[in-house]
């Protein structure tokens, strides 16, 4: 086994340290065992659908923590891009890479319909009406079958051109585009809502769906947000989630 290098990145939930010619993703409670699994169970049919995305060596416990090996990603992310290219051109690149991932039958990833309906029916401060208004009209949307990353935003993509990767496969999941797009919008509003606008502008564009449909997410995408802990978002998410109640 390779020695634990240096810290490469870190997020809410984990930290990438170098591992040898590898990069291993550690998750930073002691106690997580099932999403590292997850994650690379997921990273293993992503890379069995040609995607760009890491190759998974393994996934064990390291050091008191449960983690995965993976492929380093090379260059900078497409949020460091976006300081020194701009917005327009990185936020062009990402969508064309999101669309690359929409494109692919999502044979062996969880239902994308199945983690909403499950994050709304925890979602705190939502009230029992808005709950059941919102598990019901996510029941009434079709099922669909395409990957959708579940966390596909400027920070989680690296490199630039044939050689971009798309890290943090956790989340990812089988469904409707939009929902992904709807996420990945959301996810970049609070922080950066010139961004966002932008994004959702060009993905609309080349995906052919009207933003409306696209932002007509919003409120199932909101509320299964708001069981992340994101305080500095919660009165967004709240308001987002209630506009599905009209």
Same mark, same amino acid.
């Given at each position: 086994?390779? =020695? ?6 870190? #997020? ?34 992503? =890379? ?13 416990? &390291? ?63 939502? #009230?029992?009406?808005?709950? =059941? ?27 630039? #051109? ?31 809502? =010139? ?10 564009? &080349? ?34 989630? #209630?506009?599905?109640?009209?």
């Amino acid at each position: 086994m390779n =020695e634990i290098g240096a810290l490469l990145g870190s #997020g809410k939930e984990a930290d990438v340290h170098v591992y040898g010619d590898h990069a291993l993703k550690l998750y930073k409670s002691p106690g997580v065992k099932a999403p590292a699994f997850r994650e690379a169970a997921n990273l293993a049919v992503v =890379e069995r659908l040609g995607l760009p995305a890491p190759h998974v060596y393994a996934a064990g416990r &390291h050091d008191g923590r449960w983690g995965i090996v993976m492929d380093r990603a090379p260059g900078a992310s497409f949020g460091s891009r976006i300081k020194a290219e701009g917005l327009q051109p990185v936020l062009a690149e990402m969508v064309q890479l999101q669309l690359r991932l929409h494109a692919v039958p999502g044979t062996g990833l969880a239902s994308l319909k199945d983690r909403l309906t499950a994050n709304i029916r925890k979602a705190p401060e939502i #009230g029992s009406a808005l709950r =059941e208004t919102l598990l019901w009209q996510l029941a009434a949307r079709s099922e669909q079958d395409r990957v959708c990353h579940g966390d596909f935003h400027p920070w989680n993509i690296h490199g630039a #051109g044939d050689h971009a990767i798309i890290l943090d496969w956790l989340d990812a999941c089988c469904g409707d585009p939009l929902a992904d797009a709807c996420r990945s919008y959301l996810l970049m509003l609070h922080a950066m809502p =010139e961004a966002a606008r932008i994004y959702l502008e060009i993905y609309a564009a &080349h995906s052919g769906h009207p933003a409306d449909e696209i932002l007509a997410w919003l409120p199932p995408v909101a509320a299964a947000r708001l069981t992340e802990g994101v305080d500095t978002e919660r009165e967004q998410l709240l308001q987002l989630a #209630g506009s599905g109640s009209t």
